[in-house]
């Protein structure tokens, strides 16, 4: 009962030191949610002047080969044609395309179906039906797309001279999920806010308690170091959880952002998460024995955490190379982990990957703090 009296006591007065330290309250409270504000007024907006499709032109027939290819000719925009409406995406096969409209990299897919052309038996003139598909909730983009796409097939019934509509354009939503840019980049800030806390807390405390000897007092005192790092760990949770909460409020109050998946996994694996990160600041800050040593440290570890685990850049835009060498960096099974229960409703059995890759390196990053660790 001691054991975790003390640790209380310690964590109280941890907490309290934090708070009184601005720069710590800046970094950890209010520069997140600046983030979360400036990304959310970038990604969130859904205006635009031309829209990435992906396009299959499936046409057999040589009168609907030609018809497409001129309609692609002219609504795609090229380094020859600027006033194009579209952007076409480069993508292998359908399922692809619907993943990249999941996901929010393109906005609809164009698809010519292989009768597209076909003579009709009762005019004996071209005929066919051009298949536009949007992401679920994008409804006003998949107008936008329709529209265009039906103002060329009307210019085509125009110049055949019928007053009728032979070609036609149908939409209709995807049977997936989709996600926006926001959805992305929410889930990466919330990975940053973990980072930031596991990295940069211990990783700067310690350092300080050894410089003001606090820490070596502490060592020479009945309070276990297990009692210290635990009440530490506590601290820097506790304001976690208050960072977290108010970056939710904001999105959810200012960018209408919704969970789609159980808030109980979102909470236990962030959980999980954030002791594994506590790893890296304990091993920084453990080793340092200052806080200029741990400073430039955590700032070698964190960069390329941020930027290639895809906090701030979805890493299905990383070039392929780019996406395999970083499946392995610590914050990339968060990130992702993260994402997959807030967006697409995963539970903690399907992501069970992401889990494994964190539990290696939770073993991992404690087995190297311990061994490094100084107490002065």
């Given at each position: 009962m001691n054991y975790f009296?003390?640790?209380?006591?310690?964590?109280?007065?941890?907490?309290?030191?934090?708070?009184?330290?601005?720069?710590?309250?800046?970094?950890?409270?209010?520069l997140p949610i600046l983030f979360l504000l400036i990304f959310g007024m970038m990604y969130g907006s859904s205006n635009t002047s031309s829209w990435n499709v992906a396009v299959f032109n499936n046409s057999e027939t040589e009168s609907g080969k030609q018809i497409s290819e001129g309609i692609l000719k002219?609504?795609?925009?090229?380094?020859?044609?600027?006033?194009?409406?579209?952007?076409?995406?480069?993508?292998?096969?359908?399922?692809?395309?619907?993943?990249?409209?999941?996901?929010?990299?393109?906005?609809?897919?164009?698809?010519?179906?292989?009768?597209?052309?076909?003579?009709?038996?009762?005019?004996?003139?071209?005929?066919?039906?051009?298949?536009?598909?949007?992401?679920?909730?994008s409804s006003s983009t998949g107008q936008i797309v329709s529209s265009v796409m039906s103002e060329f097939m009307s210019n085509i019934d125009t110049q055949m001279g019928r007053e009728k509509a032979n070609f036609v354009v149908k939409s209709e939503e995807s049977n997936k999920q989709g996600l926006s840019n926001f959805d992305y980049v929410f889930a990466g800030l919330l990975s940053y806010v973990i980072l930031t806390f596991g990295l940069m807390g211990l990783s700067n405390a310690i350092p300080e308690d050894k410089k003001t000897g606090a820490l070596k007092r502490i060592h020479a005192s009945p309070v276990t170091s297990s009692q210290y790092l635990i009440a530490y760990t506590l601290a820097f949770s506790l304001i976690c959880v208050v960072a977290m909460a108010l970056m939710i409020a904001v999105a959810y109050f200012i960018f209408d952002w919704q969970m789609r998946g159980s808030w109980f996994n979102f909470i236990v694996f962030s959980f999980f998460s954030l002791i594994m990160m506590f790893g890296t600041g304990l091993a920084v800050g453990g080793w340092a024995r200052n806080e200029q040593q741990a400073s430039g440290l955590s700032n070698i570890v964190m960069f390329p955490l941020m930027f290639l685990s895809g906090v701030f850049i979805p890493r299905f835009m990383m070039p392929d190379i780019f996406q395999k060498l970083t499946d392995f960096v610590p914050l990339t099974p968060v990130n992702d982990g993260i994402r997959l229960i807030i967006t697409e409703n995963y539970n903690l059995v399907q992501i069970l990957p992401q889990i494994g890759i964190i539990s290696i390196w939770l073993i991992a990053l404690y087995l190297i703090a311990f061994k490094v660790f100084r107490w002065e």
């Open positions: 009296k003390t640790i209380f006591i310690l964590a109280n007065a941890q907490l309290k030191s934090i708070m009184r330290n601005w720069v710590y309250v800046f970094f950890m409270l209010l002219t609504s795609i925009k090229t380094d020859d044609n600027k006033d194009g409406f579209f952007v076409k995406k480069d993508v292998d096969n359908f399922e692809d395309a619907e993943e990249m409209l999941t996901r929010g990299s393109i906005d609809a897919i164009i698809d010519f179906p292989q009768n597209f052309g076909e003579i009709s038996e009762s005019t004996h003139k071209p005929k066919g039906e051009v298949k536009v598909i949007y992401k679920t909730g």
